[in-house]
């Protein structure tokens, strides 16, 4: 069944307690992951802006938990004292709409160029390394006893599943089967596996002048390595031309990994965080790949997607600089 804002008006007063009147339902984004739906109502007489996430229902890269988790990924994240939207109800399909859930909606910008170029923000990339780190503190310490059930996703898994992505393909690149060599020969134990957020980047931040409001789109959220989300947060697509600036192109390593030590009270590894920098750009260059072949094979009718399949390349310059960047730490004095 489409959804319709007539359906989502229809579902969504019998799910929350007390009168709600629906004012206006739009729908922001139709994704292969996620329908996501802004819609403004009152309840008991009171204004309310709230954020509708849906299952799209599409293809996926079979890395995702599924909405339910998000969600609870999200309300447990918030409780250990991260910036999130609080969740106001979790659909569980039987309702008509489909795995999702509804949150409040929060005030912040979030798209990437305008974070880094404009001046309001300028107070709010001064603060950010501080102000990611204290909110990667709070997701890490999330007690993963709240989130039975949660997949494991280690780095030797990761690795394995993406470069068996990558080989269905069918392009035999010599930099993704060398840097995969690499990573599953040198891929770290994780003992104690933390709540991972999984693509905590720019672009899945809201801020506002007083910097960090919101994390979004906990779609990959996983348990796992708590380094993951900090080399994630290094990665060189997720600086937007700023290479210099290795932390979303606002800051360097050595501050972000100050700012969580003081977080957490955890020294940061510089080998084990650039580790998962290299993973996580080898996982960038899958998604490429991912992402042009959803167009090729006819799942999804996109030239964004046919475009970002291009981006394979770029990928695979920023795996060898990683690659040369980890042996040289490896062999410092």
Known sequence: MAITAERIGQVLPARLAGQVEISRCRRLTAGASADTWRVQATLDGQPQDWILRLDAGAEDLGMAPGKTWEARAQQAAGEAGCPVARVVTILSGQEGLGEGYLMEALPGESLPPVLLKDDRYRPARDDFCQQAAQALAAIH???????????????????????????????ALPVFSLVYGWLKANAPECASPALVHGDFRLGNFLITDNGLRGVLDW??????????????????????????????????????????????????????????????????????????????????????????????????????TCLQDLTELNHAP
């Open 141 to 171: 310490r999330t007690p993963p006893a709240v989130l039975d059930g949660l997949p494991v996703q280690d780095a030797l898994t990761q690795v394995e599943q993406l470069y068996a992505m990558h080989q269905d393909y069918g392009e």
């Open 219 to 320: 779609e990959l959220t996983h348990l796992g390595d708590p380094m993951e989300d900090l080399g994630w947060l290094c990665v060189n697509a997720w600086r937007f031309g700023r290479r210099h600036l290795p932390v979303a192109g606002i800051d360097s390593r050595e501050a972000l990994y100050l700012a969580y030590q003081a977080a957490t009270g955890i020294t940061v590894d510089p080998l084990h965080a650039r580790y998962w920098e290299l993973l996580g750009t080898f996982k960038w260059g899958v998604i490429c790949q991912y992402q042009a072949y959803s167009y090729l094979r006819g799942h999804v009718p996109s030239l964004e997607r046919a475009a970002i399949g291009r981006r394979v390349a770029e990928t695979e310059y920023d795996m060898l």
